[in-house]
Nanobody
Framework: VQLVESGGGLVQAGGSLRLSCAASGFTRDDYAIGWFRQAPGKEREGVSCFSSRDGSTFYGDFVKGRFTISSDNAKKTVYLQMNSLKPEDTAVYYC???????????????WGQGTQVTVSS
């Protein structure tokens, strides 16, 4: 599986960004794709994930309604709309794909290269 991320960048606090992750090479129709993030000196944390099997989603507690994940199943592309961004959202965001959300949360599966998101105060 190959994952190509786009959409990172620099934004002011309170602003918005949309990340995209295009997946290819799946050998099955159901999958879970989502985003982790890692800030310098901090542990990696799960941001959000979408399951094509039943449309279920996962969000990290820190998202608190600010981020929305969506999917274009035909394109096997997942989008993360991030609103009301805060300086503490600054991190490298990694797209990851697995068979299920459970496996995704455990870090199993394929990973993208990462895209930098920087939120200035």
């Amino acid at each position: 599986v190959q994952l190509v991320e786009s959409g990172g960048g620099l934004v002011q606090a309170g602003g918005s960004l949309r990340l995209s992750c295009a997946a290819s090479g799946f050998t099955r129709d159901d999958y879970a794709i989502g985003w982790f993030r890692q800030a310098p000196g901090k542990e990696r944390e799960g941001v959000s994930c979408f399951s094509s099997r039943d449309g279920s989603t996962f969000y990290g507690d820190f998202v608190k309604g600010r981020f929305t994940i969506s999917s274009d199943n035909a394109k096997k592309t997942v989008y993360l709309q991030m609103n009301s961004l805060k300086p503490e959202d600054t991190a490298v965001y990694y797209c990851a794909a697995a068979r299920t959300i459970t496996e995704w949360r455990m870090g199993f599966g394929s990973w993208g290269q990462g895209t930098q998101v920087t939120v200035s105060s």
